[in-house]
């Protein structure tokens, strides 16, 4: 295992390299992030047909970029971790297929009759195909998802219409190949690329960021270390986790405070999920707050479709900071929950 690293450093690097220290004007590295840390999802507890999006990492409408992007299908929509929906580029497919994908030993009856409707017509939506099956819609899309897990249907997204086009995959992506590589290898590619722009993780985080089984991550990790991809290394107020071979930050000479508020589908708050879920255990969170490179707080509430609340701002700071960051942290949650379909009923406790 190798020498401590200062935890700071690792927290200042990895907000630079998620351009969340300094937003990106150019679109050219905005999706060189984007490529490091795939599938990425749209933004949690918004219109589902809506493309992805990285907050705060980009100065321009990072939203329409990928929605042209997705409309030409160098954008593909997939199910991927653990079969939730995420987005890749075209020409990673082929990789973040092959690492998630939940193959299926064999179709059962409805999913040989969903796989033969699609086949005959080349094309359908989901309603032509509860029709050409006969089977009612609430049926028929579970069939679909469960197929889509395993590469085996194309769901075709290239905007926010619902009427979504299904394909065979092998009909619409005759080049991807999902027995190139293995499993294992595509996985080692995978976390590769997110320690890369992570920095540091740990395994438990690895875990929680791809939704892999801990055992195929375990293996995957160990297989990394042999061949000298990744190295153990133990960071003091971090744990027991992973970077790069070469990877050492630069010490950094101070703290630079920042606040962001990041929703239930950014990768930063994926990658923590566990450990998230541990510490506000019981509370209804609405996104959470990554204060100077840390999870420090939540925004706390219940969600609508329509107008709805932030009922409390939890912080897990002392009493002193959190009155001196007040402003920058409120500032940061009415980025979002704003008048007049949203207030902000409190902070830490108290009336806001």
Same mark, same amino acid.
């Given at each position: &295992? !190798?020498?401590?690293?200062?935890?700071?450093?690792?927290?200042?690097?990895?907000?630079?390299?998620?351009?969340?220290?300094?937003?990106?004007?150019?679109?050219?590295?905005?999706?060189?992030?984007?490529?490091?840390?795939?599938?990425?999802?749209? =933004?949690?507890?918004?219109?589902? !047909?809506? $493309? $992805?999006?990285?907050?705060?990492?980009?100065?321009?409408?990072?939203?329409?970029?990928?929605?042209?992007?997705?409309? +030409?299908?160098?954008?593909?929509? !997939?199910?991927?971790?653990?079969?939730?929906?995420?987005?890749?580029?075209?020409?990673?497919?082929?990789?973040?297929?092959?690492?998630?994908? /939940?193959?299926? /030993?064999?179709?059962?009856?409805?999913? #040989?009759?969903?796989?033969? @409707?699609?086949?005959? @017509?080349?094309?359908?939506?989901?309603?032509? =195909?509860?029709?050409?099956?006969?089977?009612?819609?609430?049926?028929? &899309?579970?069939?679909?998802?469960? &197929? #889509?897990?395993?590469?085996?249907?194309?769901?075709?997204?290239?905007?926010?219409?619902?009427?979504?086009?299904?394909?065979?995959?092998?009909?619409?992506?005759?080049?991807?190949?999902?027995?190139?590589?293995?499993?294992?290898?595509?996985?080692?590619?995978?976390?590769?690329?997110?320690? /890369?722009?992570?920095?540091? @993780?740990?395994?438990? #985080?690895?875990?929680?960021?791809?939704?892999?089984? /801990?055992?195929?991550? *375990?293996?995957? &990790?160990?297989?990394?270390?042999?061949?000298?991809?990744?190295?153990?290394?133990?960071?003091?107020?971090?744990?027991?986790?992973?970077?790069? %071979?070469?990877?050492?930050?630069?010490?950094?000479?101070?703290?630079? %405070?920042?606040?962001?508020?990041?929703?239930?589908? *950014?990768?930063?708050?994926?990658?923590?999920?566990?450990?998230?879920?541990?510490?506000?255990?019981?509370?209804?969170?609405?996104?959470?707050?990554?204060?100077? !490179?840390?999870?420090?707080?939540?925004?706390?509430?219940?969600?609508? =479709?329509?107008?709805? +609340?932030?009922? +409390?701002?939890?912080?897990?700071?002392?009493?002193?900071?959190?009155?001196?960051?007040?402003? +920058?942290?409120?500032?940061?949650?009415?980025?979002?929950?704003? $008048?007049?379909?949203?207030?902000?009923?409190?902070?830490?406790?108290?009336?806001?």
């Amino acid at each position: &295992m !190798g020498a401590a690293i200062d935890a700071r450093a690792i927290r200042a690097e990895r907000l630079r390299r998620h351009l969340l220290t300094a937003p990106t004007s150019d679109p050219e590295a905005y999706f060189a992030l984007f490529r490091l840390i795939q599938p990425v999802a749209p =933004i949690a507890m918004t219109y589902p !047909g809506n $493309p $992805p999006q990285l907050v705060h990492r980009a100065q321009f409408d990072a939203s329409m970029a990928a929605d042209r992007l997705r409309a +030409d299908r160098r954008l593909v929509k !997939g199910r991927f971790r653990s079969g939730s929906v995420g987005y890749v580029l075209a020409d990673d497919l082929e990789l973040y297929a092959t690492a998630f994908r /939940k193959p299926l /030993k064999s179709l059962n009856e409805l999913q #040989q009759s969903v796989r033969g @409707a699609i086949a005959g @017509a080349g094309l359908l939506t989901p309603r032509q =195909i509860a029709e050409a099956t006969g089977e009612l819609n609430k049926t028929v &899309m579970p069939a679909l998802h469960r &197929m #889509q897990t395993a590469f085996l249907v194309y769901e075709d997204q290239p905007d926010n219409d619902w009427e979504r086009g299904w394909y065979l995959f092998e009909d619409e992506w005759p080049d991807v190949d999902l027995g190139r590589r293995t499993q294992d290898e595509a996985v080692a590619e995978v976390i590769a690329r997110f320690l /890369k722009a992570d920095v540091f @993780a740990t395994s438990e #985080q690895i875990k929680d960021r791809s939704a892999l089984s /801990k055992r195929l991550v *375990d293996r995957v &990790m160990a297989d990394m270390e042999s061949a000298g991809r990744a190295r153990a290394v133990e960071i003091p107020d971090m744990g027991v986790g992973w970077m790069l %071979p070469g990877d050492v930050p630069e010490p950094t000479d101070g703290d630079s %405070p920042s606040t962001f508020m990041l929703h239930k589908s *950014d990768p930063l708050v994926q990658s923590r999920a566990s450990e998230l879920k541990r510490r506000y255990a019981g509370l209804e969170v609405l996104q959470y707050l990554l204060i100077d !490179g840390e999870f420090q707080g939540a925004v706390l509430g219940h969600w609508r =479709i329509g107008p709805h +609340d932030v009922d +409390d701002i939890v912080l897990e700071l002392p009493a002193a900071e959190r009155e001196n960051r007040r402003d +920058d942290i409120l500032a940061a949650v009415a980025e979002v929950y704003l $008048p007049p379909n949203h207030n902000i009923l409190r902070y830490a406790g108290e009336d806001a």
